[in-house]
């Protein structure tokens, strides 16, 4: 894949509706299979959710939250008081990365949240899942995975984006995508082909190497 894949990846908020194929999925799939695995476990399943189920889940999130049902995924999520220094410099950044490419409303914009209500009109979703009795360390392996399904994403031209707001109802995935009560939600990661919008000039970059790396000698 190279290093210029690793920099050509970026979050698609906002896809066409332009199809992406079984076949082309099967392939990332399988490329995805190849990522490391403690003791070759594999731990990983995924679902996918296209066409009627995906529009099921789709209208189905809409009116969980119309409904203000509050979301409860399947994974703890840090409040923000627990983050570090460091992360939260980066959580502020990026949210004047995102008012520098779309308007000072930031993620206020409607065009944003209305992205992100429709699931960023993905024509496709991943849903990866693990067994709800996994060590804490499989989610290495399934990060693992999810990064490597994003890169063979990028080196066919498909777009991606794993997002916490597309796994935060895993009662409505559960049962749209016959996902067993012994699995749980790691990730979605939406899938497809970008289309023009303003939300697809969000670019984000990294903090100094000298913020995170120690060497010792």
Known sequence: MGKNLIYKRRSIRSFSDEEVSDSLIEEIIKDASHAPSWQNSQPWHVYVAKEGVLERIKAAYKNATKNNLPSEPDLTTPHRADRSELSLANIEHWGDS????????????????????????????????????????????????????????????????PAYSLVKYPDILKKELLIPDNQELVVGIAMGYPDDSKLNCIKTDRTSVDNILNIRK
């Open 98 to 161: 995102v008012k520098s490419a779309i308007g000072d409303e930031g993620t206020s914009d409607p065009e944003f949240q209305e992205a992100r209500a429709n699931l960023y009109h993905a024509p496709a979703i991943a849903f990866l899942t693990a067994s709800n009795k996994a060590s804490e360390f499989t989610l290495f392996d399934l990060g693992s995975f999810g990064q490597t399904l994003m890169l063979s994403a990028a080196s066919w031209g498909v777009g991606t984006i």
